[in-house]
């Protein structure tokens, strides 16, 4: 967090841009502001490329932000592309040319896993304006407004902050709710009454625990009461909308804190009761178990710091290309963007225990194959939330059904054959399974916990072992070159390097199965051929 006079955030918006912007508002005659995250973000000293704008119109005219908008990409030619949304009053710029943004430019991958430099920055623009809501939906009904009416239906203080961008007051900081004390104490409020930003659009109550999750905020406690009162208008929310903002969550430092907010605030039993049953513990004969809610946001906890990278390394509001990434470039890493689908695997890696629970008068508590009990249930969860039903679902369904498998292994004599078979059913994702259930050890007995970290390394080098082993095995011929010579009575020579790469290249090709009497067929007919027979 750093705090700017108004004379250097105009210098922090020194660039050719934002000039441009000016230009094209002060020709019309308007004025115009940068709001929201892209202010916030100069605060906390963060990168940000997707630029919002507010236009106020004193003079009446209809769709002031549209009007900018075409202003500014006469301006630009063909360095910008101009989307408008006449049913909105908005319009988006998109800026192409490092000499137009000024920053370093992007590197994104295509389809084909070639990398291309791409520069760009989206700049939306909107009318300011005045919101009212009706009880049955989030959909505002949207009136003309001043830029006091357009802070005011921000969803946060941190939010709502804006830099006038007019030639006459380039720099200046608008901050009519104190988001920069709030930015330095770290707390998130809403501007005006938290019951009623809630209650008229209920998806701002998980953009809360999100905001407060990403930053490593407090929520103020009468927002976080608000919250609690509010939590059924979250039931008017599209399903799609809430899982994005569950993905958020994941993907930042702490994933753990806002689910627990969520559970404190009683909006994780509607949006995810499957979660929420889990923060219990029963009793019974002296004999308690364990909160598997806890136990699994420790788990999520244990598998984010694994990372050698840092989470929440693209920013939560953009986060199409971790959606959508694809699981090659998942597998093997415990954290990170591409570990999404890994972190929705802790998370659910236990979600079958409390239909598996049962009380033994021996054991106690148990929870016999509540991993298959817990797989089963994964395609309904992914279904009501509006998660992909694709290999990302298989792949979260797979870590759950296995994820016990590794432990039973570790926890008695690591053989090949129980290895092998973990490899063969894991597959490609066997590293990631690891990485999961190494996560899973979270005993407070340090001896115990210790042992099942060295056994897990013993069962990782076996693995290791085994895929050099296996790669002989099934790659390279049982015929070798010392049963060649033999076989045609010949000495180290030229034929016999053909003959052994001939065979080499019919397993590695998959003509014959590596096996004695095909090979043997095959290696006839070359010998023949080189007429040695």
């Not at 000016?22 to 973000?41: F, H, I, P, Q, T």
């Not at 308690?288 to 806890?294: D, I, Q, T």
């Not at 590695?508 to 290696?523: G, I, Q, T």
Request: hydrophobic share 40%; net charge negative; charged share 30%.
């Amino acid at each position: 967090m750093k705090d700017y006079t108004d004379a250097e955030l105009a210098q922090i918006l020194d660039k050719d841009i934002f000039h441009m912007i000016s230009e094209a508002a002060d020709s019309l005659g308007l004025e115009c502001y940068v709001v929201g995250g892209y202010v916030r973000d100069i605060f906390l000293e963060k990168p940000s490329d997707d630029i919002d704008c507010v236009v106020v119109a004193p003079n009446g005219m209809p769709s002031p932000g549209i009007a900018v908008a075409k202003c500014l990409k006469k301006k630009l030619g063909k360095k910008a592309s101009l989307s408008v949304f006449k049913n909105f009053g908005t319009a988006q710029v998109k800026v192409y040319g490092r000499d137009i943004n000024e920053s370093a430019p992007s590197v994104r991958e295509r389809a084909g896993g070639e990398a291309v430099e791409e520069s760009s920055i989206e700049i939306e623009f909107v009318g300011a304006r005045k919101e009212s809501y009706q009880r049955d939906s989030r959909k505002p009904i949207v009136e003309d407004g001043t830029l006091e009416d357009d802070q005011n239906r921000r969803d946060f203080t941190i939010n709502a902050m804006a830099i006038c961008l007019n030639k006459s007051r380039f720099g200046e900081l608008v901050d009519p709710f104190g988001g920069i004390d709030d930015l330095y104490d770290g707390i998130i409020r809403t501007p005006l009454d938290p019951d009623i930003t809630f209650s008229d659009d209920p998806l701002r109550m998980l953009r809360c625990i999100r905001f407060a999750t990403r930053f490593n905020f407090l929520i103020e406690d009468e927002t976080f009461e608000a919250l609690e009162r509010n939590a059924e208008r979250i039931k008017i929310i599209s399903g799609e909308r809430i899982a994005e903002e569950l993905n958020k969550t994941l993907i930042t430092k702490h994933p753990s804190r806002g689910f627990v907010d969520l559970q404190r605030s009683g909006l994780l039993a509607i949006i995810f009761p499957e979660l929420s049953q889990m923060d219990m513990v029963e009793t019974k004969n002296g004999r308690a178990h364990k909160n598997n809610f806890y136990h699994t946001l420790e788990v999520l906890e244990n598998l984010v710091n694994a990372s050698s990278e840092p989470a929440d390394s693209t920013p939560a509001d953009t986060y199409s290309d971790v959606i959508n990434i694809g699981l090659p470039s998942l597998r093997g890493r415990a954290g990170g963007e591409a570990s999404l689908w890994l972190r929705w695997a802790a998370l659910l890696h236990d979600i079958g225990k409390p239909k598996s629970k049962r009380w033994d008068p021996v054991q106690g508590w148990t929870f016999h194959a509540h991993n298959i009990i817990g797989a089963k249930m994964i395609p309904g969860i992914f279904r009501r939330m509006k998660l992909p039903m694709d290999a990302k679902m298989k792949f979260v369904q797979k870590m759950v059904e296995l994820h016990m498998r590794p432990i039973a292994i570790a926890d008695d004599i690591v053989t090949d054959s129980a290895v092998r078979r973990l490899v063969n059913d894991a597959g490609d994702d066997i590293d990631a399974l690891m990485a999961l259930c190494e996560a899973d050890i979270t005993s407070k007995n340090q001896q115990r916990k210790q042992k099942f970290l060295d056994n897990y390394q013993l069962v990782r080098q076996k693995i290791e072992d085994l895929k050099e082993k296996d790669f002989k095995r099934l790659l390279q011929p049982v015929i070798d070159g010392n049963e060649i010579m033999e076989m045609y009575n010949l000495k180290p020579s030229r034929e016999v390097g053909i003959l052994k790469q001939y065979l080499k290249d019919a397993v590695l090709d998959n003509k014959v199965e590596n096996e004695r009497e095909p090979l043997l067929a095959l290696l006839n007919e070359k010998a023949k051929e080189l007429g040695l027979v």
